[in-house]
């Protein structure tokens, strides 16, 4: 690892979440790495030294589970599955600088050499833990992560939506509820120590409202960091996990302290919504018990949502960014992503709505106008565009809307807004369009050659400026502009600087160049045609074909006192027998409603205790936009217990 400053003035250390390899990457996994390698090429384009760190999170019960459905070892099974995230980031263009996994020998090491230093100075103890546990988030949950909806059913956890499980073990604390006090002050001496600011107030309520010591081993599984000094416990993950931006850079390791001083603090963590309070209390709280100071900001994003529903792998609606890349190239999706992907919110994905912005945005507003540009000067003999000798009002007024609007975009860049960023840039795009329109450069050059050669000249600095713009969000693309342009791009040299300085006063060296980007075809819906949106988790036929689906009459409808919602149903499926099943539905129908009707049954499920009958299947219903669930009629013509196929 060449991982020590060089002689550049500024450095900057940037981190992602690392990824559960519990299943592949999708787009919500790319979105945080995006996020992370455009802020790290932007401090590039600045003159900084940079380090990007991403990884994998490969240990914990999650992990374990899911390479025991594979039926495979877990760090067999998680060997497996890195190169599943290192080719998407490498097809992606991710110029991280190291990747960690945490089955890493030198992480292991670290994290235990960590842990002895806490026990050493009392911040870890031994006791009994009892209380819920969200596998999803592998988190320990508090009551207010709760929600009981069902008596005799475990809780909801609020963190995922998922049940939680009942844990009750020995297991080792560490002294969370030490740090509140020194947590509240941090948190109010650090104002913007998290972006967007409202996330911090989420926190500060989380911390004031008391802080419980955080269990940090777990003795019922074996995937994990064997606890120092007691071979029965394994690390807790995520105090296994958070070490990683510190480890990866040589924490713990004597051999590296210089490399390690240059980088930390982070100057950015990025991290989703869903991992707040690891990243802004117990990690915190780790850092200050190490002794090691803060990192400099957190960055929270919100979720891509598909339909309504956050893009998951336990939801299986996920977007596959390799397939996606495919069809619609890289750096076109990395600039979606940015410019469309608000971080202070959840947003919608939708390739419709991706393919109206490469319509619009890069194929008419950039690439039309880079390709006006250059086949009209190359047509005209003007490959070299001399510096102008003198400047008209309109090329001063582009000038100078060049630095207005480079101000603007840094101010956004800095607090890592970069949407907004990006409509700073894109509306330069327009005034350049503007520009090369009223100049109309096409009459000139049979009137003016030399007023000809101006605009051209006017237009190319325009164009070099947004492509330095644009760069840290579409490098390759920039880059093949920038050879068109003859422009020489150096990384490492401090690009915003000279744009400052800059006065439109270079020549340029133009050679032809393809479209830089495919524009779509609007699309008619088409129903005939397999979904737009390539899907990783289809369900091969011989799964599908496992679930009896069959039509059924309901004959009788029995109120179920105990509970608001079900109804205990008698249900005729033909040669499937007289079944009862437990319906959710006392809020939306009367008894009367539901007697006689016939309709579809999943009748293969495990049947399921409720409130004390047994439910032997599910009826199938699809709720309306007003929330109600309603019935899928069966045609009477079809006797119950026909099966669905
Ligand atoms: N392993 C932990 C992180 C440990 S960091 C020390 C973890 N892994 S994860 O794979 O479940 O999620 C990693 C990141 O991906 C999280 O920041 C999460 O918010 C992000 N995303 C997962 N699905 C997402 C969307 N649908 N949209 C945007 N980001 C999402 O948590």
Same mark, same amino acid.
């Given at each position: 690892m060449a991982n020590n400053k060089t002689t550049a003035l500024c450095s900057f250390y940037v981190t992602t979440p690392i990824y559960y390899v519990n299943a592949k990457p999708h787009l919500g996994s790319l979105y945080p790495t995006l996020l992370a390698d455009v802020a790290a090429r932007w401090n590039r384009l600045k003159g900084c030294d940079t380090f990007m760190l991403t990884g994998t999170d490969e240990h914990g019960q999650k992990v374990a589970e899911a390479a025991e459905k594979m039926g495979m070892q877990p760090q067999a099974f998680v060997d497996s599955l890195v190169p599943a995230f290192k080719e998407p980031w490498k097809q992606y263009n991710i110029a991280y600088n190291h990747f960690i996994r945490t089955t890493d020998q030198y992480h292991v090491k670290a994290v235990q050499d960590w842990i002895v230093q806490l026990q050493k100075q009392g911040d870890i103890y031994k006791a009994t833990y009892e209380g819920w546990y969200d596998l999803s988030q592998e988190a320990f949950l &508090?009551?207010?992560?709760?929600?009981?909806?069902?008596?005799g059913e475990p809780p909801v956890s609020l963190m995922s939506g998922n049940k939680a499980r009942w844990v009750s073990e020995e297991c080792y604390f560490f002294k969370l509820s030490a740090y509140q006090d020194r947590l509240l002050k941090f948190y109010k001496e650090n104002p913007d120590f998290i972006t967007p600011p409202e996330r911090l107030n989420e926190v500060i309520s989380f911390v004031e409202n008391g802080l419980k010591d955080l269990s940090i081993s777990r003795k019922t599984i074996t995937w994990g960091i064997p606890f120092p000094g007691d071979p029965s416990h394994v690390t807790y993950v995520w105090a296994d996990a958070l070490n990683n931006y510190l480890t990866a850079i040589g924490f713990g390791d004597k051999n590296r302290t210089e490399e390690f001083n240059t980088w930390w603090p982070a100057d950015l963590q990025v991290l989703g919504k869903d991992i707040v309070r690891f990243h802004a209390v117990y990690w915190p709280a780790f850092l200050m018990a190490t002794g090691l100071p803060l990192p400099r900001k957190l960055l929270v994003h919100g979720w891509i949502r598909i339909n309504g529903e956050k893009m998951s792998k336990s939801l299986g609606n996920v977007v596959d960014p390799v397939e996606l890349g495919k069809q619609y190239g890289i750096d076109p999706i990395r600039y979606y992503l940015m410019r469309y992907v608000a971080i202070s919110q959840d947003s919608s994905f939708n390739t419709e709505d991706l393919e109206n912005r490469i319509n619009t945005d890069l194929a008419n507003d950039f690439g039309n106008l880079v390709n006006r540009m250059l086949t009209l000067a190359l047509k005209n003999n003007l490959a070299h565009v001399p510096a102008p000798w003198h400047r008209h009002d309109a090329d001063v007024q582009l000038q100078n809307a060049m630095h207005k609007m480079l101000e603007d975009f840094e101010r956004e860049m800095s607090r890592y807004y970069y949407h907004q960023a990006y409509a700073v840039l894109w509306r330069f795009v327009a005034s350049v369009n503007r520009y090369f329109h009223d100049q109309e450069p096409w009459k000139l050059v049979k009137t003016d050659t030399e007023r000809f050669a101006e605009v051209i000249s006017t237009t190319c600095h325009a164009i070099k400026a947004i492509g330095l713009l644009l760069w840290p969000v579409m490098p390759a693309t920039i880059e093949k502009l920038f050879k068109a342009l003859g422009v020489e791009f150096t990384e490492g040299t401090n690009y915003i600087t000279l744009l400052h300085e800059g006065k439109f006063n270079t020549d340029f060296t133009l050679s032809p160049l393809e479209p830089l980007f495919t524009k779509y075809e609007e699309k008619?819906?088409?129903?005939? &045609? &397999?979904?737009e949106i390539p899907v990783q988790n289809y369900l091969a036929i011989e799964d599908f074909i496992k679930t009896e689906l069959a039509v059924g009459t309901i004959t009788a409808v029995e109120d179920v006192a105990k509970s608001d919602k079900i109804y205990k149903l008698t249900v005729d499926c033909g040669t499937y027998g007289l079944r009862t099943i437990c319906a959710g539905v006392k809020k939306f129908y009367t008894p009367e409603e539901l007697m006689g009707i016939k309709t579809v049954f999943v009748l293969n499920l495990k049947p399921r205790e409720l409130f004390g009958i047994t439910s032997q299947g599910m009826m199938l219903m699809a709720t309306n936009s007003d929330g109600k669930p309603t019935i899928v009629r069966a045609d009477e013509s079809v006797p119950a217990g026909t099966k669905l196929k």
């Open positions: &508090t009551e207010k992560d709760l929600e009981f909806r069902e008596p008619k819906p088409d129903m005939t &045609t &397999t979904p």
